[in-house]
């Protein structure tokens, strides 16, 4: 949970964009570092969709779930609620998928546990996952990329 601030405003008054990408890429680290139990980083942002402004003086409520896992890489699905001070109203305002790599004291990608899938639902969310990674594979900028 965050307390958004008046320091946290962009030109209109509500939240920056980018102060929420923030606590996205956070949320998206513990999940994954968790997981892999070891440290990770973040390796793409794709799909960022905001839903509705978020007023400073709310709460952001952040739900991160593991939806596909492959050898290092790691795809989490992450949801942003606001919530204002008194509780009484709630808000989806966003939703991102974060691709965390999972790496060794070198810097080098290391292999992480496979991801348990106990129900129809689990299974169907990482074949998903698993299409988007594949497409995120083929799409991905070569190194070193354009200026
Ligand atoms: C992410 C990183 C470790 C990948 O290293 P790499 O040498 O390209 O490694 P590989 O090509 O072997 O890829 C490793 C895995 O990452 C995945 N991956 C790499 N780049 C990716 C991208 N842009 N989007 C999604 N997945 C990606 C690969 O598909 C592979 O997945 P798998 O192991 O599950 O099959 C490296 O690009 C890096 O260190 N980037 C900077 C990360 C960082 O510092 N982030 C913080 C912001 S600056």
């Known amino acids: 949970m965050r307390l958004t601030l008046p320091t946290d405003a962009n030109f209109i008054g509500n939240v920056f964009g980018g102060v929420i990408l923030a606590e996205i890429d956070r949320v998206a680290y513990v999940t994954a570092s968790r997981h892999a139990r070891q440290n990770c980083v973040t390796a793409s942002f794709d799909r960022v969709d905001f839903l ?3 007023h400073v003086g709310e709460l952001l409520q952040l739900y991160a779930e593991l939806t596909y896992v492959g050898r290092s890489s790691m795809e989490v699905s992450v949801d942003v609620h606001s919530e204002d001070i008194t509780g009484r ?12 790599v999972a790496v060794g004291a070198d810097g080098r990608p290391t292999e992480v546990p496979p991801l348990a899938q106990p129900t129809a639902a689990d299974m169907q969310k990482f074949r998903d996952g698993e299409r988007r990674m594949q497409e995120r594979r083929r799409t991905r900028p070569s190194v070193p990329g354009p200026n």
């Open 89 to 100: 109203t709630r808000r989806r305002v966003g939703h991102a998928y974060v691709t965390m």
């Open 52 to 54: 509705e402004p978020v």
